[in-house]
């Protein structure tokens, strides 16, 4: 089937087909002047978009991209166009229509798609392909062509000018400070940072661009690695520098005179013979804006940070890369470079030891130890404090045992006899022991109630287990209500088979004689409450 009856139904786009025939002139070996009267006469699909049927869709697309692209946010998704467009479009705009749309662009060339690599977290989004929006040269000369013929403004290349940051702040100071004519000082603030946030805007967009960027993943691009951050690093250090002093300046900016002004700047909008002059009403609102912007470009909005701090980002950014990219670089160039020299050097060395002695220390301190000692640690530690060397504890002793198949040591089951007796009396020592500790704890108790600011004497294994249950008190006090008051009182149950209720004065302290010192504690009541 030829080209033209794929096209004709509907196997093969537009695009396809026209690269399907510049392939074709190619294999044919057409000759340099026939290959440029065809790029001549070739049609320009990155404008197509302005001459088709849903032009006002396609437009709209385009200038938000565009917008987003000089506030140096180019990339967009779905999601967000999808939004604008009911917005500003139709409530009615369809989410197949904005793909249609999108497809259509990215086909003409306007806009470039890539997918994001993202780990899927359901299956709508497995199906769903995740795609990234921006805007590409092309896309980015025409819609600069339409601003232009729009808004019959220049366009200005992009570049980053530490100079024109220095000439904004004295136009900025000069117009707070009133200082000279104050129509002239406006006009010129407002032409200065138009020029800086048109040409920071299209810099950053620049070497942001996938073309940049795939440049900068070529070995060539080592030759203008210096001037790169060089001129990134210069231009953060003035803006950083001089920030503050934006800062300050801006926020006086409404002290200005605006009626003058406003007035001023609508006698000069008379003064020129047009048909579709601005009114005053239209100069006011544009002034306003225009405030407004130079407000948000350095000071941001309460949702949204300025335009100052992307700017720092995405130069800190694009430094960040660079070097990256250099390190890279230069480890790959490291690899093939002669070591000939540190050969000599480390040869010389060697013949300046005096004995062999010396020789092998020198070649263990540059290549490593060919023998080495390995020593064995067990697991406790024999030594009594952490600053005692290592290195002064006796070697402890590792026995190895055979490896391999077979090494494994049997293990026999052995009989036993059960010893009735044995257990009996083990069982009989243990309630002893158990009672003992019962009756030291009751001889605490005076009336059922411990009041530790009468004790005169506390041994420790009475006192660990009195802690632990005001700790247990504390607690589930804490657990059921969200504030601790300076009075705790708190019933818990205890080993002792009764419950206790413990009140804790937080505000009054008292101090608690013990066999090993004195213990000093809020004061404290336990008073039984019932027995199980």
Not at 3 to 17: H, M, P, R, S, T
Not at 453 to 464: E, P, V, Y
């Amino acid at each position: 089937m030829k080209l033209v009856e794929k096209y004709v139904a509907g196997n093969i786009k537009v695009a396809d087909a026209a690269e399907a025939v510049v392939e074709k002139y190619r294999l044919r070996g057409l000759k340099n002047a026939q290959w440029r009267e065809h790029q001549m006469v070739k049609k320009i699909w990155a404008a197509n978009y302005l001459t088709v049927e849903n032009v006002e869709r396609y437009r709209k697309i385009m200038r938000f991209f565009y917008t987003n692209h000089r506030q140096m946010q180019g990339v967009l998704y779905r999601p967000e166009i999808l939004e604008y467009m009911r917005s500003e479009h139709d409530v009615s705009y369809k989410e197949f229509e904005l793909n249609q749309d999108l497809e259509n662009l990215v086909s003409w060339g306007n806009l470039q798609r890539q997918q994001e690599m993202i780990r899927p977290k359901s299956i709508e989004e497995y199906r769903n392909k995740n795609f990234r929006y921006q805007i590409t040269n092309e896309g980015i000369i025409v819609e600069e062509m339409v601003f232009q013929l729009t808004h019959k403004k220049n366009a200005t290349r992009g570049a980053l000018d530490e100079k024109g940051i220095r000439r904004l702040l004295k136009l900025l100071n000069q117009l707070i400070n009133g200082e000279g004519d104050l129509l002239e000082n406006w006009l010129a603030t407002r032409q200065e940072f138009r020029k800086i946030g048109e040409d920071t805007a299209n810099y950053i967009g620049y070497i942001t661009s996938p073309d940049v960027d795939s440049r900068m993943k070529a070995e060539q691009f080592l030759i203008y690695k210096d001037r790169f951050v060089n001129y990134l690093r210069n231009f953060i250090a003035t803006v950083q520098s001089l920030y503050h002093q934006f800062k300050v300046v801006v926020a006086k900016i409404d002290q200005i005179d605006q009626e003058t002004l406003i007035e001023e700047l609508y006698q000069k909008e008379l003064e020129i013979p047009t048909f579709d002059g601005m009114s005053k009403e239209e100069v006011t609102e544009q002034f306003q804006g225009e405030v407004r912007t130079i407000k948000t470009w350095f000071l941001g909005r309460e949702n949204r940070p300025s335009e100052y701090e992307n700017l720092m980002q995405q130069t800190d950014q694009m430094i960040t890369k660079i070097t990256g990219l250099i390190y890279f670089y230069g480890q790959e160039v490291q690899q093939y470079q002669s070591r000939r020299k540190d050969y000599l050097q480390i040869a010389k060395w060697f013949q300046q030891a005096e004995d062999l002695a010396e020789a092998q220390k020198r070649y263990a301190a540059i290549f490593g130890l060919s023998q080495t000692r390995h020593f064995y640690v067990p697991e406790a530690s024999e030594a009594t404090s952490t600053k005692q060397d290592s290195w002064e504890l006796p070697a402890s002793t590792l026995f190895l045992n055979n490896r391999g198949r077979g090494a494994r040591l049997e293990r026999k089951a052995k009989s036993f006899t059960i010893d009735y007796e044995q257990q009996k009396a083990q069982l009989q020592a243990y309630q002893e022991k158990q009672e003992a500790y019962k009756q030291k704890i009751e001889s605490y108790f005076i009336d059922n109630v411990i009041d530790f600011s009468t004790i005169n004497h506390l041994d420790a294994q009475s006192r660990k287990i009195f802690l632990k249950w005001m700790s247990s008190a504390i607690a589930t006090y804490a657990s059921v209500n969200q504030k601790v008051q300076t009075t705790v009182t708190q019933k818990i149950a205890t080993e002792l088979n009764y419950d206790i209720q413990v009140t804790i004065e937080r505000n009054q302290r008292v101090v608690v004689p013990c066999e090993d010192g004195d213990l000093e504690m809020p004061k404290v009541k336990i008073e039984k409450v019932s027995s199980l």
